[in-house]
């Protein structure tokens, strides 16, 4: 096994080598909140669940081309853009473990959910950012805030769904866990049962649905949050407005009639921050109350995201329109019929009402409902849906397999045909070279040589170098593809 110490030396996240033992942890099926909360479903009419994405990317622009992040690059050339926010970002990233605590002296009852792409986290270690990852422990490890933060997980690499090769997809996501495990330990780990798509990016070809729902649940998640507008009801129709405050069933079905499905939180409305920012999800749910679910009456839910950082609105009027909120929630000493909640303490205190997973709404995504039109999925093949497809891309000018996402006027795929053909080829390559190894033989995982390529891997497939233009983010990409493939010869 490649020991810390070594991983330093060769500058290696730990992102591969405890697949086994991460999969029994996050397998465990224990209550996560269940045992600590102070509310009482009885006592709810609505609810906010808000959460707060971070991300930078991981980029070959250091000494010699060292891989550093992007917030190291903002720090060492503060002339550059908007790069002299470097402070105020990385203030962003460890503020709620400071925020938290002082509200729970008060005696307030805050709720926040967290999303910190592993290319974040490794940018705190090589930075020697103690004080940030020393706030984030507090908050992931100290039991005393852990009825109060739910840590979501993600995609290591902020790689978005629809454009990853689909056998990368499960590499992220357990690269994602084993890095979180690292850093803030197992038990911590194991209550990360709600997950975070990057760029609230949900795909919609059939088989990439299936494939990232089955890893998802095979890695012990529970839930994810959808974009409303990345989802419709099986018959095509929009979700209704009282359907998008309550959970749902994402089920997702292949081209060969297989189907799984997923608890989904739906975020509500458009990527604007100052929704969080603001608290808007606090004081919609003020206006709304309890919802019919099968035979029961259980309190609506306000979900939203938002990045943690990005924008003057986060930066600078997040944290007093938070705590504010959060008082005014205290002033009832507790019996606010209004509240903030986790996602996953709110499924839990459901299921012990007796509400089952079967009662949620089912809905699929974008789409599909066309393509099911075309094909039985009791007689679903591979060619027949590929038919299906390929005859509404060309009848159909609306109809797409990228996916949906909240950022639906750019595209993850149109235009950046010189990074995804050689991503795609990077993956084909790495799977080629080590699928068998490593079936025949686990521990492959824990060699440099798999690791180094794995980096590169998931690197190339972060979402940035498709974001932000032609230039120096597609230059990046195709710098890591290189490396990626000199690591795999």
Not at 191 to 197: D, L, Y
Not at 236 to 246: A, R, V
Request: proline share 6%.
């Amino acid at each position: 096994m490649v020991s810390i110490a070594e991983r330093t030396k060769l500058d290696l996240p730990p992102i591969a080598g405890q697949e086994a033992e991460i999969l029994a942890v996050v397998n465990e099926n224990k209550p996560v909140f269940l045992h600590q909360t102070n509310l009482r479903l009885e006592d709810l009419q609505s609810a906010c669940a808000c959460a707060l994405h971070m991300h930078q990317p991981t980029i070959p622009a250091g000494q010699d081309g060292a891989l550093i992040s992007n917030l190291q690059y903002m720090f060492e050339h503060p002339g550059e853009g908007d790069n002299h926010n470097a402070d105020p970002f990385a203030w962003c990233y460890r503020r709620l473990g400071e925020i938290i605590p002082r509200l729970v002296a008060e005696g307030a009852n805050p709720r926040i959910m967290l999303d910190y792409s592993g290319n974040l986290l490794w940018a705190f270690q090589q930075m020697g950012r103690h004080d940030i990852l020393d706030n984030l422990k507090r908050l992931a490890c100290d039991a005393q805030y852990q009825p109060y933060v739910e840590w979501l997980g993600t995609m290591w690499s902020h790689a978005v769904a629809p454009s990853t090769p689909i056998p990368d997809l499960k590499l992220h996501i357990l690269a994602w866990q084993q890095h979180f495990a690292d850093i803030f330990g197992a038990e911590a780990l194991q209550r990360v049962k709600g997950f975070s798509p990057p760029e609230m990016h949900l795909p919609n070809h059939p088989d990439t649905l299936f494939e990232y729902v089955k890893a998802l649940k095979e890695c012990g998640y529970r839930w994810l949050m959808v974009q409303e507008h990345s989802v419709e009801n099986l018959d095509g129709s929009g979700l209704s407005g009282d359907q998008k405050y309550i959970p749902n069933r994402l089920v997702a079905r292949n081209s060969k009639g297989d189907e799984v499905s997923i608890v989904a939180l739906i975020k509500t409305q458009g990527s604007d921050t100052k929704l969080v920012a603001q608290m808007q999800p606090y004081y919609e749910a003020l206006g709304r109350g309890k919802q019919p679910v099968g035979s029961h009456q259980i309190p609506a839910c306000v979900t939203q995201i938002a990045d943690g950082e990005n924008g003057g609105v986060m930066m600078n009027e997040f944290p007093p329109a938070y705590e504010q909120a959060t008082r005014k929630m205290a002033e009832n000493g507790g019996k606010a019929s209004t509240v903030a909640i986790n996602g996953t303490e709110y499924l839990e205190l459901l299921a012990v009402a007796g509400v089952q997973e079967s009662e949620f709404p089912a809905i699929q995504a974008i789409q599909q409902h066309k393509i099911w039109q075309r094909v039985n999925p009791e007689e679903a093949t591979p060619e027949k849906v590929e038919a299906a497809i390929a005859d509404l891309k060309a009848t159909d000018h609306q109809f797409t397999m990228d996916g949906a996402s909240w950022t639906n006027d750019l595209s993850w795929v149109q235009g950046y045909e010189n990074v995804l053909e050689p991503m795609n080829q990077l993956s084909a390559k790495f799977h080629q070279k080590f699928d068998r190894l490593v079936a025949e033989d686990p521990s492959v995982t824990q060699r440099e040589d798999y690791q180094n390529a794995l980096l590169y891997l998931l690197l190339v497939e972060t979402s940035c170098f498709r974001y932000w233009g032609q230039g120096t983010w597609t230059d990046y990409a195709r710098e890591l593809y290189r490396r990626g493939e000199a690591a795999l010869a």
